[in-house]
C-alpha cells in the first residue's frame, strides 16, 4: 500500500516521541512490503513563533492533501501562564480538527497485563479493563459564541449541538460495540442541560436500529466515579466534547502512565492519530518521554487502513517491550532506557511472523536489541 503521511511534530516532546512513531512505521514497511512517504509541517507554539499563527496556511495544505496525519504534541508553559494572551497553540489543534472534518474521536483505554501494578488503583479494580470513548470533537462548548462583557466581568460560552452532529458519531459508536461486547455508555448531563437531553433523544432513536446493543446512560458525575470504581463494567462510551475531554483524561491513569494512550480523530474522508499526552515541557531534549502512545497511534493509522496484521505486529512488539522491561522512567524509575532506545527496540521487532525470532538479553541490558 502507498499512503502519504503529514507528520505534525508540534511542541515540546512532540518531535522526540514522533520520530520513534515513523521508525515504527518504516520498519513496518520494510517487512511488509509498503511505501509511505513523510512530509513535515509545523503546528501550536513553534508555528506562531515562525508565521504569527499556530496553524499556518501551509500545514492545513498538507494535512489536506495527505492521506492520513500523525501528530506529536502541542502546548507551551508561556501561553498556558498567560490568561491574557488571544493567540493560542491549542487553537491550532482545534481549527485542523474542524477544517479536516474530524468530529469523532476515539480513545481506547486498555490495562496492560504487566503493568498493572503501576496503576494508582487496585488490581481487583482494574483487572479485565479494556473500553473506548468515542468523544464528539468538532462541536460542543468549546466551538460555540463565547461572550465577554465590556468590563470583563461575565463571561459566556454556549454548548450547542445538532441532531446531524450526535447522528454521525453515535452510528459510529453503535457499529464499534457491534464489533466489540454490544454495549453502550452514553454519557450525558440530562438532568440539567437541554444539549444533553437531546443527546438522549437521538441516541436513543437511533439505538432502535441497533437492537444487539444494549444502550445505557450515565450522568457524567455518576460515569467520572464509575470508571473510577468499576472500570471494566464499561465497553464503549459515547459523549460529548467537553465531557469526553474531561472522562478520556481521567480514563488515561487507570494503565499507570499517560504515556501509553493513543487516539484517533476521524472524520469522512480524513483522519488524525496522536497521543493524548501533552507536551511536556520539562521533558523536552532529555531522551526520558514514554514514546508508547505516539507508536501506538501509528499503529491505529494502519488498522484504519485495513493493515491489521501491521497495526499487530506494532501492538505485539510494544507488548514485548513491557515484558522485558524495554521501558522509559514513567513506567521504571530505576530504567535506563530512553526515548530512542525504546522506539529502536520496538521498531527493531516489528515482523511478521513473531515466532520466528529470538531476543538477545544481552544486548537488550545495553539498551539495544537484536533479532538472532
Not at 463571561?155 to 459508536?173: P, V
Request: charged share 25%.
Amino acid at each position: 500500500m502507498n499512503l502519504n503521511i503529514a507528520l505534525l511534530p508540534g511542541d515540546g516532546i512532540g518531535p522526540e516521541v514522533l520520530d520513534q512513531a515513523v521508525k515504527c512505521l518504516q520498519a513496518v514497511e520494510e517487512t511488509f512490503n509498503h511505501n509511505f512517504t513523510y512530509k513535515e509541517a509545523s503546528v501550536g507554539a513553534i508555528a506562531i513563533d515562525k508565521t504569527g499563527t499556530p496553524l499556518p496556511k501551509k500545514t492545513l495544505d498538507l494535512c489536506k492533501n495527505a492521506d492520513a496525519v500523525l501528530f506529536g504534541a502541542i502546548g507551551d508553559p508561556k501561553y498556558d501562564n498567560n490568561p491574557t494572551v488571544k493567540v493560542r497553540p491549542e487553537q491550532g489543534l482545534l481549527q485542523l480538527r474542524k477544517e479536516l472534518g474530524l468530529y469523532t474521536n476515539i480513545r481506547p483505554v486498555k490495562v496492560f497485563s504487566t503493568l498493572i501494578e503501576k496503576s494508582p488503583l487496585k488490581e481487583e479494580i482494574i483487572t479485565n479493563t479494556d473500553f473506548t470513548i468515542y468523544r464528539e470533537l468538532t462541536g460542543g462548548i468549546y466551538f460555540g459564541e463565547k461572550k465577554v462583557n465590556e468590563s470583563g466581568t461575565i463571561a459566556s460560552d454556549l454548548c450547542e449541538y445538532s441532531e446531524k452532529e450526535i447522528s454521525r458519531i453515535a452510528h459510529m459508536a453503535f457499529k464499534a460495540s457491534k464489533n466489540r461486547n454490544n454495549k453502550l455508555t452514553l454519557v450525558d448531563k440530562a438532568n440539567v442541560l437541554e444539549s444533553s437531553r437531546l443527546w438522549r433523544r437521538v441516541v436513543s432513536k437511533i439505538g432502535e436500529s441497533y437492537p444487539e446493543v444494549l444502550l445505557e446512560f450515565l450522568f457524567v458525575d455518576n460515569a467520572a466515579m464509575q470508571i473510577i470504581l468499576n472500570p471494566s463494567q464499561f465497553d464503549v462510551i459515547l459523549t460529548e466534547n467537553m465531557f469526553g475531554d474531561i472522562i478520556s483524561d481521567e480514563s488515561s491513569v487507570i494503565g499507570g502512565s499517560i504515556g501509553l494512550l493513543p487516539s484517533a480523530s476521524i472524520g469522512d474522508e480524513r483522519a488524525l492519530f496522536e497521543p493524548i499526552h501533552g507536551s511536556y515541557p520539562q521533558a523536552t531534549g532529555k531522551n526520558i518521554a514514554n514514546p508508547i502512545a505516539s507508536i501506538l497511534s501509528a499503529a491505529m493509522l494502519l488498522e484504519h487502513f485495513g493493515l491489521f496484521e501491521e497495526a499487530m505486529s506494532v501492538r505485539e512488539a510494544v507488548d514485548k517491550s513491557l515484558r522485558k522491561g524495554v521501558v522509559t522512567s514513567d513506567l521504571d524509575e530505576t530504567s535506563k532506557y530512553g526515548t530512542d532506545h525504546v522506539g529502536d527496540f520496538i521498531a527493531d521487532n516489528i515482523v511478521d511472523n513473531p515466532d520466528d525470532f529470538n531476543m538477545n538479553d544481552e544486548n537488550i541490558g545495553l539498551g539495544k536489541s537484536t533479532i538472532i
